[in-house]
């Protein structure tokens, strides 16, 4: 099986894989761009963004809404997930299974998250090689100015192997064929 890319370009210059990873990831995150959240850096697990608060955020005495938190803490936990599996993002699904949200503060200003991924992206990534599917936990710490927590969100991720594109359809003509059960 011939190794993909990107896991060629990651074994020698694994910075710029994670530079090409946060401005894809800037580009396709719509409602983030939207609010404002801006994507600062992407690593091995780790991730960093910010929203700079603005009046699309921000409620009727000037607080930072909740849900504008969430979608903060949420573009850091998912570029930190992508972090994590850069070298096979393409092979990879990802998804979340659940989420715990303390909220600590409000906030009239401007938001940092730092996002981690719990355990070594090299054994997260040997976990999937081995078992087909790695279950792990990504922390988000939401901050103001002044390092005053806002936020700690935990996420329970799940990363699969990706089916190969030939297996994702039945064939046309298969599916065409098929007879109901009895």
């Known amino acids: 099986m011939k190794k993909p890319l990107v896991a060629w370009l990651f074994a020698f210059k ?9 401005r894809r990831l800037a580009k396709s995150a719509h409602v983030d761009a939207r609010l404002g959240v801006e994507l600062l850096s992407v ?3 780790v991730a960093e963004a910010r929203l700079p608060v603005s009046r699309r955020v921000t409620g009727a005495e ?17 570029a930190a997930v992508a972090g994590a599996f850069a070298p096979v993002i393409g092979e990879t699904r990802t998804r979340v299974a659940s989420v715990a949200v303390t909220f600590h503060a409000e906030t009239t200003g ?6 981690m991924a719990i355990g070594s992206s090299l054994d997260l990534r040997a976990f999937l090689k081995e078992d087909d599917a790695v279950d792990f936990d990504v922390v988000v710490d939401v901050r103001a ?3 005053t927590d806002i936020a700690q969100l935990i996420y329970a991720w799940r990363a ?12 046309p003509e298969a599916a065409d064929t098929a007879q109901p059960s009895s």
């Open 14 to 22: 694994p910075d710029a894989v994670f530079g090409l990873l946060r």
């Open 43 to 45: 690593g091995n697990g």
């Open 62 to 78: 000037g607080v930072v809404q909740r849900a504008a938190v969430f979608a903060l803490a949420d573009a850091a936990a998912a």
């Open 110 to 115: 401007d938001l940092a998250a730092s996002a």
């Open 145 to 147: 100015a002044g390092d």
């Open 160 to 171: 699969e192997k990706a089916p190969p594109a030939s297996a994702a359809l039945p064939a």
